[in-house]
């Protein structure tokens, strides 16, 4: 097998041509015996409800654009862009150059007090992408910027209250927002949610994904219904309406055309705001910069983390002027803030990714990788009985199997022919794709071929006489 350093992608990044995706190639049985010593060792000293270690995972070395190689040296593609993080691929030289670049000359700043350059450079940039809207006109923006995702939509969770002064929030069936206090409180899942049940504020009422019939019952103050824990919701409690525009982990759920727009009429009849949580969505993953372009929507606030810097942990709570002017100027004390806000080695690394994203139009290829992916699957798996939809936008699909055992056995099955991908969905029903959007589109359609061959001898095998 070649060794990872054979990999000639870095060569070809420097002349501007795509980076090519290397076949899987296969030297131990997966997980091979590196990976479950190491999951051995794992299970010693991780709190043991971090790493699922049955069966034991593969345990990543490194990873180069959409490869990447386990302890034991076999080699994969990447079908997960590591929760959809690595949009411009795993270690794009650039990337790793501008991190650094900027960690010998600095690599912690003071963030709210005494901040690094290039945290300017980054908000003067996020300024400038930040959705147009119908108007085609750069709305004045300002940005938070945090570490993880969930941070992002703690930001915009406070931003919202004090802009409305209201601390109701209406969001969806199926979403995912993190898991930290705040941001739990807006997921919608109890296994998540049960065990802390106790600490949620329950302020989020949740209505079905992508039913605009359901937002306007709410707003019209005819559907109370039951709240997330407490006695249902009065629409003058709600602040604002919090969507992602395709839910990811809650399946590669698509809502129907029109639904991001519908919500913005609504927010703005009712003066609540529209809080789009982008940050599986973000930075071309669907086929647009940002999903709420694909609708032409400014939202009030958006939030993004994950595709940012393909890597590096940061997040931003980005948002119309006005609704930030909210916050009470700092004189000296910010309300909210972290250590690690503006941090210079992920400020460079997002500066980086976005410039690469521009330049090889990753967005544009999303798209037409992602139609081509949805074509391909929807053509081979037709008819399939283990099979019960295929769907996504850009590179951000999801195969709906007729029950969990199927898809989890399916993600398995890929990992041993040398595949990384991810169960989704509420119960791990979707096969979800979100690769690197520089996978090529050959290694792509080798996926599609091994997904719908394992798919296919599911359905033949149910179907055989016991
Ligand atoms: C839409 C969305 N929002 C928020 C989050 C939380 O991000 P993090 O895990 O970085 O806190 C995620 C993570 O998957 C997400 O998909």
């Not at 005494?114 to 709305?139: D, F, M, Q, T, W």
């Amino acid at each position: 097998m070649s060794s990872p350093q054979s990999h000639v992608t870095r060569e070809s990044a420097s002349t501007e041509s795509l980076p090519e995706t290397l076949a899987p190639e296969l030297c131990s049985e997966i997980p091979g015996p590196e990976s479950r010593a190491l999951a051995v060792r794992l299970a010693r000293v991780e709190s043991q409800n971090v790493t699922a270690l049955d069966p034991a995972p593969i345990f990543w070395e490194r990873a180069a654009f959409a490869n990447l190689w386990d302890a034991d040296g076999n080699r994969f593609v990447d079908l997960t862009a590591a929760f959809g993080v690595s949009n411009v691929g795993h270690a794009h030289p650039e990337v790793a150059r501008a991190i650094a670049t900027q960690a010998e000359r600095l690599l912690h700043g003071m963030g709210d007090v005494h901040p690094p350059r290039v945290k300017v450079k980054l908000l003067e940039r996020l300024a400038e992408i930040y959705p147009k809207g119908v108007a085609n006109a750069s709305p004045n923006v300002r940005s938070i910027l945090s570490s993880s995702g969930s941070d992002a939509v703690e930001s915009a969770i406070k931003t919202a209250m004090l802009a409305t002064g209201r601390s109701g929030i209406l969001a969806f069936e199926g979403a995912y927002h993190g898991l930290s206090l705040g941001a739990l409180d807006c997921t919608w899942r109890s296994d998540f949610r049960d065990p802390f049940r106790s600490r949620l504020p329950a302020e989020t009422h949740f209505v079905p994904y992508g039913d605009l019939e359901a937002v306007m019952r709410v707003a019209r103050g005819e559907d109370m219904g039951e709240g997330a824990g407490k006695g249902g919701i009065d629409p003058e409690a709600i602040g604002a309406i919090l969507v992602e525009p395709v839910q990811g982990r809650g399946g590669e759920r698509v809502p129907p055309q029109g639904f991001l727009r519908g919500l913005r009429t609504i927010c703005d009849e009712k003066g609540w705001l529209l809080i789009a949580d982008e940050i599986y969505t973000g930075f071309g993953r669907t086929g647009a910069v940002f999903a709420c372009d694909h609708e032409q929507v400014v939202p009030d606030l958006l939030c993004v983390g994950k595709g940012l810097a393909s890597g590096m942990p940061i997040s931003a709570c980005i948002g119309l002027d006005e609704v930030f002017a909210a916050w009470p100027r700092s004189e000296g004390e910010a309300l909210h803030t972290q250590t690690f806000l503006g941090h210079p080695a992920s400020c460079a690394a997002a500066l980086a990714s976005l410039d690469i994203a521009d330049r090889w139009q990753l967005a544009e290829r999303s798209k037409k990788l992602g139609h081509l992916t949805l074509e391909t699957l929807r053509s081979l798996l037709n008819g399939v009985e283990s099979v019960r939809d295929i769907r996504g936008l850009g590179l951000m699909l999801g195969i709906e199997c007729a029950s969990p055992e199927i898809s989890i056995a399916a993600s398995h099955a890929m990992l041993s022919a040398g595949y990384v991908l991810l169960p989704s969905g509420e119960d791990g029903r979707v096969l979800s794709l979100t690769p690197p959007l520089v996978i090529s589109e050959e290694a792509l359609l080798s996926a599609c071929r091994e997904i719908a061959r394992h798919l296919i001898d599911v359905s033949q095998h149910n179907r055989a006489p016991a």
